[in-house]
Every structure is written in C-alpha cells, then in structure tokens.
C-alpha cells in the first residue's frame, strides 16, 4: 500500500520550545489529517486539511497543506509536558475513500 | 454523546481460536475501517467498508474477516488462519465516501493471543 514518509521519527525537546514535523507522499491527496495517540489510545484527531496550501490553527498546533499536495507539516509551539506522545499523519488519496498513514513522530517533552 | 465504541479494551484468547472484535458508530459515518497496530509501528488497514452490505480488503487482510449489516457497527473476526494476531486493532469511521471528511478513531482493543 502507499507510504508516507514521516520525520523525524522522534524528538526530545525542552518544553517551551517549538516543535516541526513533516510528511511526504508519492502521491497527490485530497485530504491530509493529523492526529495525536497516547499509549494504549486510539488517535485523537488534532487537525484536518482539505486545500493545497491551506494553513489551519488549533490552540497551539498549525498545520499546513503542502502547494505540491503531496506534503504537509505540523508546528507545535511554547510546548507542554502534555504534549507528550505519538503524532501521525494521514493522507487520503483523490479517487477513494481509503486513508494512508505516516509511520508516527514520537514525542518526548522534558520539564 | 457521538462517537465510536469497541469492546473488550482487552482480549485474550488461546492460539487457534477465532475471535471477534466489537465496532459500534453512532456518528451516522456511512464509512467504517479496520486497523491493526504494531509496536512502535504505524496503522495497517485490514478492510473497510464504504456502505451497508459492502467491504472491501485492505493492505492486511489476510487471517481476517467482517461483516457490515448495520451502518452502525462492523465486527472483524481474527480467525485462526492469521499468523501473529498479538496486536492492538483500532476501529474508525468517516463521512460519506464521496465527500473529503474526517476520520475518527474508537479507544482500541488489545488481543493477546497465548
């Protein structure tokens, strides 16, 4: 099946700093989700994005839809110990209702 | 409350068995999805279901089963014939198949397979 390219594949950072991370696809999508699993949870949808080049907020979280629409990236910023966990990407491809996922970027917030 | 629910959260069950996994929307999502979750592993689609009477294999399905008579709910069956069933299975839905939508996830159910 299709592969998403997601990076990094973990981050350790101080909290109060900003957080960027990136996917990539081979193929042109319609729709890019983005979601945020804690361990033992089902995902948690955090933003979705429908326009090539559309830029979206939720509280401290942006994301933005690549022009390519073969990308997208996600920006935490001033980041909490809460933040803590597993951030995936989701891409759904033009002519189906079926949904591709990154490989996860794992993130760890040190207080 | 809208949402998605799946039972047990965890599920044990002696190799050889055939098991069945609970998915229940009431979101009024025509779209319904299968996943399975390795550690430290991304989601795998098993099948998924874009209308009642209707399913379609995903990039796993092999080992597995479903069924979609209800639009609210969409069972999968390990069978015995799946060879390393230990895994955390997540069940989703989405809008209508024809529209851009937004997927959403149930809480999981982890099966433990001894």
């Known amino acids: 099946g299709q592969q998403l390219n997601q990076s990094p594949q973990s981050m350790f950072i101080q909290e109060g700093e900003d957080v960027s991370m990136n996917c990539t696809s081979s193929?042109?999508?319609?729709?890019w989700l983005w979601y945020k699993q804690d361990p033992g949870e089902g995902p948690v949808l955090l933003i979705a994005?429908?326009?090539?080049?559309e830029l979206t907020s939720n509280g401290r979280l942006t994301a933005q839809f690549g022009i390519t629409r073969k990308d997208s990236f996600l920006n935490i910023s001033a980041s909490i110990p809460s933040d803590v966990g597993i951030y995936f990407c989701?891409?759904?491809?033009?002519?189906?209702?079926?949904?591709?996922f990154g490989t996860g970027t794992s993130l760890t917030v040190i207080p | 409350d809208g949402g998605i629910t799946q039972s047990p959260k965890y599920l044990f069950r002696k190799e050889g068995q055939n098991v069945t996994l609970s998915c229940e929307q009431n979101l009024n999502h025509d779209a319904m999805y299968w996943y399975r979750q390795d550690p430290g592993q991304g989601l795998r689609l098993i099948y998924y279901s874009q209308i009642v009477n209707d399913f379609q294999k995903g990039d796993i399905a092999e080992g597995y089963s479903v069924s979609r008579e209800k639009k609210e709910s969409f069972p999968l069956t390990v069978t015995s014939a799946q060879k390393n069933p230990t895994a955390f299975y997540l069940c989703?839905?989405?809008?209508?198949?024809?529209?851009?939508?937004?997927?959403?996830f149930g809480p999981g159910t982890r099966l433990t397979v001894l």
């Open positions: 989701a891409g759904q491809v033009s002519y189906g209702n079926q949904f591709y």
């Open positions: 989703a839905s989405s809008t209508e198949w024809r529209e851009q939508g937004e997927q959403f």
């Open positions: 994005l429908y326009k090539a080049g």
């Open positions: 193929s042109i999508f319609n729709t």
